[in-house]
């Protein structure tokens, strides 16, 4: 069974600074999916960032940006130039042949 | 383009009542999941859906939940009778292929509140 751990309940950060947010998942597979997903207090999760395990490039998407090291199962998050919009929970999810596995959830909370 | 559509967004009932979800997927998206997220917590399979079958449903609990996807389009996850513990937000996802693994787009959610 695929586990998804992520060891940050809670990070703070101003705005316009950078946060990194941390992400490890154990699995025999070897190939499978990673993703970000935000869920503001709206409730709405809505999808980050994408990363296929057999790409060894990083995804980048704007302001939000990968560091995939798959030896290590480790998939972690950098948003740059953080803006107050970015204040939700993240999660680190992990998907093979349609099984999402999610993560506990990293609070963002961006201060001005 | 229309994202998934759920209803009702919140919905309040007794303990032992019955209640259920709607679900309106992406046009076009073939898979469909039901996905229940306890506070505090990340969301957890219950069920998937591709076309009108029931490929994943390891996860439901089949005493008390139902779900159907008639015609392979939206689809209704039903409980009865609800118990005190379901208290969650359900969420609904599709995406668009069935073979392999593709991106999952989520609905608002639908927040139950169980007394």
């Known amino acids: 069974a695929q586990t998804v751990t992520q060891s940050q309940p809670e990070m703070s950060v101003q705005e316009a600074e950078t946060v990194t947010l941390s992400c490890t998942y154990d699995?025999?597979?070897?190939?499978?999916?990673l993703f970000w997903y935000k869920q503001p207090p709206s409730r709405q999760m809505i999808l980050v960032i994408r990363q296929e395990a057999y790409k060894q490039q990083n995804a980048t998407e704007n302001r939000f940006s990968v560091n995939f090291q798959k030896a290590a199962k480790s998939f972690s998050l950098k948003i740059s130039d953080s803006q107050l919009g970015d204040t939700a929970m993240y999660f680190c999810?992990?998907?093979?042949?349609?099984?999402?596995?999610f993560g506990a959830g990293t609070q963002v909370v961006v201060t001005p | 383009e229309a994202g998934v559509v759920q209803s009702p967004r919140y919905k309040i009932i007794e303990k032992k009542q019955p209640v259920a979800f709607w679900c309106n997927p992406i046009?076009?998206?073939?898979?469909l999941y039901w996905y229940r997220q306890n506070l505090g917590q990340g969301p957890e399979l219950l069920i998937r859906y591709e076309n009108e079958e029931a490929v994943d449903d390891s996860q439901l609990p089949k005493d008390r939940f139902s779900a159907e996807r008639l015609k392979g389009v939206d689809s209704t996850l039903k409980i009865q009778p609800a118990e005190l513990g379901d208290s969650a937000v359900y969420l609904c996802?599709?995406?668009?292929?069935?073979?392999?693994?593709?991106?999952?787009?989520f609905g608002p959610g639908t927040r139950l509140t169980v007394l």
């Open positions: 999810a992990f998907d093979s042949w349609g099984k999402l596995q």
């Open positions: 996802a599709s995406s668009a292929l069935t073979t392999a693994t593709d991106t999952q787009y």
């Open positions: 699995t025999s597979e070897s190939n499978y999916y």
């Open positions: 046009s076009g998206h073939n898979t």
